[in-house]
């Protein structure tokens, strides 16, 4: 975000002849891999608006970190690369956003590269995506022929130049299309394709309508390219104007305000090892109401216990600094000795749990194989906080204490594996599994359930929480399941 200061040079992201790292990947292996591999916290003021991005994996292997991190936010920037158009995990992150009503802005990415034209993106994001959509901005061509986008609602063309270390802001006001200055501008083949697109924009779309965002059922889209910074301030500027200011939330007791009085909060990410020259461990927390302040007591609802916090950070990337208070919408990071899982709830005393993104059953599993019994301690404390992280899931088989990792995607395993070593100097090896799904289940029926374990022991595993799961092998099996045992339900998801 070279506007708001928190990225001072632009294009940081991709460029060779930048020496920085992507102001949001900290650790080591996503230097390495140049991908962003888990969710990382920034905030800077814009226009006089306190503005807090939760950076997000974009890779499709370390989806679940970003369904968790959409439980704390109120609205999304969803990048879409013009030339790939709408991906897998794309597809996965709209219905979690659908699920919850989120408000959704799209940038396509990468306009000066040879990519799909426009109205067939556009055409594919509401098939898709099942949203509708409304351009703010036109590209004026694509690729080598990329001039500029027109800004729809402000009637001005965006000259693009590619520049990766500051900010091209050279416009031209065109309230005519029609204006020869244009033609003499841009080309007559341009200005003439530029009218006709737009004329059809204002035919086909119907105008932007700021409530039909709101209720995430109208996404408005913007052009340009990242890397070089441009098409970004339109966007921004858009996005201050019309997202939502921090909204109300649901716990299983009622519904939490942003103006109410009293403090309330919940973890939805925890990191281990976020400053390598440090072992600690931060909970990210999302201030729901009121004003969290440092060094007060408040009080862990899971564990019925107060607890306190004299160093709460705030972030940009990599760079801490300690606060006296935050308020809501603000992402306090704390430092844990434990205390904490994901999901986890603060008040000033009020006994409630904020609802959450529940996990989805992986769809790799591997066996857990030591490579060094002496440091089997070392490896048993790795997994559990990688795991509660969220890195991935794990279900522990007994007897023999097998551990099992799941994950929806092969590169986390050499994440946890990289980690592990380089964090905790534990080695382990993973045991490829044949399994379907996991499924978490249950039954009001006491001596089918006693049964169905005690028949499938071997397929039976518990999760981190010691709920039963059933590692179904096949589809088959699990279809022969749900027969044999009818008053048994199955879920492919642990929330249920």
């Given amino acids: 975000m070279l506007f708001g200061g928190a990225i001072q040079t632009a294009g940081a992201v991709k460029s060779n ?32 608006h306190k503005i807090n991005i939760l950076d997000t994996p974009g890779h499709k292997d370390f989806a679940e970190d970003t369904y968790r991190t959409l439980t704390a936010v ?6 879409i690369d013009c030339v790939k158009g709408v991906e897998e995990q794309t597809r996965k992150l709209m219905e979690v956003c659908r699920l919850r009503h989120t408000p959704v802005i799209i940038f396509i990415n990468k306009l000066d590269r040879e990519g799909q034209d ?9 098939k898709e995506l099942n949203i509708h959509t409304r351009p703010l901005t036109w590209p004026i061509g694509i690729g080598q022929k990329f001039q500029g986008v027109y800004d729809l609602l402000n009637k001005q063309i965006k000259f693009f130049s590619a520049s990766k270390t500051k900010i091209n802001d050279e416009v031209m006001t065109v309230y005519n299309l029609t204006d020869k200055s244009l033609q003499e501008r841009i080309g007559k083949e341009a ?45 921004l500027d858009t996005f201050v104007r019309i997202a939502p200011a921090p909204l109300p939330r649901q716990t299983d007791q009622r519904e939490v ?20 020259n440090h072992r600690n461990r931060i909970a990210f927390c999302r201030i729901v109401s009121g004003t969290f302040e440092r060094n007060k007591f408040y009080y862990h609802t899971r564990l019925g216990k107060k607890l306190r916090f004299p160093s709460p950070t705030s972030f940009m990337a990599r760079d801490k600094s300690i606060i006296d208070e935050a308020f809501p919408g603000d992402v306090v990071g704390l430092y ?67 551990k099992i990792i799941g994950t929806v995607g092969e590169l986390q395993f050499e994440v946890i594996q990289f980690r592990l070593l380089h964090e905790y100097g534990a080695t382990c090896s993973f045991h490829h599994m044949n399994l379907f799904k996991a499924c978490w289940f249950t039954s009001k029926n006491g001596e089918m359930l006693k049964k169905f374990t005690s028949t499938r022991g071997h397929n039976i595993a518990f999760d981190k929480e010691n709920r039963p799961v059933f590692l179904a092998e096949s589809e088959w099996q699990l279809k022969i399941a749900r027969e044999a045992y009818p ?10």
């Avoid at 990382?40 to 814009?46: D, K, L, R, T």
């Avoid at 109120?74 to 990048?79: E, P, Q």
């Fill in 17 to 48: 002849k930048i020496t920085k790292t992507a102001t949001s990947d900290f650790m080591e292996i996503e230097k390495q891999r140049g991908i962003s591999v888990a969710t990382s916290v920034m905030g800077f003021e814009y226009n006089e």
């Fill in 74 to 79: 109120d609205s999304v920037i969803m990048v």
């Fill in 118 to 126: 426009p109205f067939y993106l556009l055409e594919e994001i509401e």
């Fill in 191 to 235: 200005a003439e394709k530029l009218i006709e697109e737009v004329e059809y924009i204002e035919d086909l779309y119907e105008p932007f309508n700021e409530d039909l965002y709101k209720e995430a059922y109208l996404a408005p889209v913007f052009f340009g390219s990242a890397i070089n910074n441009f098409g970004v301030k339109e966007l």
């Fill in 257 to 276: 305000l942003p103006a109410e009085k009293e403090f309330s909060g919940f973890i939805f990410k925890i990191h281990a090892n976020l400053d390598p």
């Fill in 336 to 402: 844990d000795t434990g205390n904490f899982k994901i999901g986890d709830t603060l008040t000033e005393g009020e006994l409630l749990s904020f609802q959450g993104i529940p996990s989805f059953s992986p769809e790799i599993f591997k066996e857990v194989v030591n490579r060094d019994p002496m440091k089997t301690k070392q490896l048993e404390k790795g997994i559990r906080q990688l795991t509660d992280e969220g890195v991935a899931q794990l279900f522990i088989k007994q007897p023999g204490n097998t």
């Fill in 487 to 496: 008053e048994i339900n199955f879920y492919f998801t642990s929330e249920f």
